[in-house]
């Protein structure tokens, strides 16, 4: 069984940009979730979707939003990027819920420039 | 105060040592999940708890859920083992919003 796949796998963008960052679950896993990983904040929970629905947001500022399709690949946008967007972000599947076990992408790594 | 407290935040230790990790966390939670990053950023997911103990290989997690506290073992570590590991829980409450500890970063030396 393929595991979760992201792309692309490095970005460099500069301040002011947008960005589309793509994530693509394991088969049948329903429920996508998106972290961010910086060295000053550790992981935080962006934003999990479910069925096409977003079920639950973290404290992030509007200019992070994300949707998911009918197959369950889900996609997250950040407008207006700043300097402090650099990170790693990491999307993962699970079945049903973030509360299952979780298996994590590869993870996008963004520097904002 | 952070919500989920790890410890060590780093640890250095011979190939062959019994290692341990603790994670205490301050809110009521239905599951715990230890995790583990090697360098480059790829994320395994290690254990998910909810009670109890959990073994895999030389792995083993435990949970205390009335003490809010949470350890990882490894018996016999091995080089390959350096990575940071790191606990994160789902509170009950606040739209079940997983927290993440800062991470314990694992080094061993052959």
């Known amino acids: 069984k393929a595991g979760v796949t992201q792309t692309p796998r490095y970005l460099i963008k500069t301040r002011g940009q947008q960005v589309t960052l793509s994530c693509s679950p394991i088969?049948?896993?329903?429920?996508v979730s998106w972290y961010q990983q910086t060295p000053g904040q550790g992981l935080q929970f962006l934003f999990e979707y479910f069925s096409e629905t977003q079920r639950n947001k973290g404290n992030f500022p509007g200019r992070f939003s994300g949707r998911q399709f009918s197959n369950s690949r889900s996609e997250m946008n950040v407008s207006t990027l700043e300097l402090g967007d650099s990170a790693l972000y990491l999307c993962?599947?699970?079945?049903?819920?973030?509360?299952?076990?979780?298996?994590f992408g590869p993870g996008t790594r963004l520097t904002v420039l | 105060k952070n919500e989920v407290e790890q410890s060590p935040q780093n640890l250095t230790a011979q190939e062959g040592e019994f290692i341990t990790i603790n994670c205490s966390y301050s809110v009521g939670i239905s599951a715990l999940h230890w995790l583990q990053q090697h360098p480059g950023g790829g994320i395994v997911s290690l254990f998910m708890?909810?009670?109890g103990k959990k073994k895999h290989g030389r792995l083993i997690a435990t949970i205390n859920i009335q003490e809010k506290h949470s350890s990882l073992h490894i018996t016999a570590s091995h080089p390959r083992d350096s990575a940071v590991y790191i606990c994160?829980?789902?509170?009950?409450?606040?739209?079940?919003?997983?927290?993440f500890g800062k991470g314990t970063r694992l080094h061993i030396l052959p």
């Open positions: 993962a599947s699970s079945l049903a819920s973030p509360s299952n076990e979780q298996f």
């Open positions: 088969s049948g896993h329903r429920s």
């Open positions: 994160a829980v789902h509170p009950y409450l606040r739209d079940d919003k997983i927290i």
């Open positions: 708890l909810s009670s």
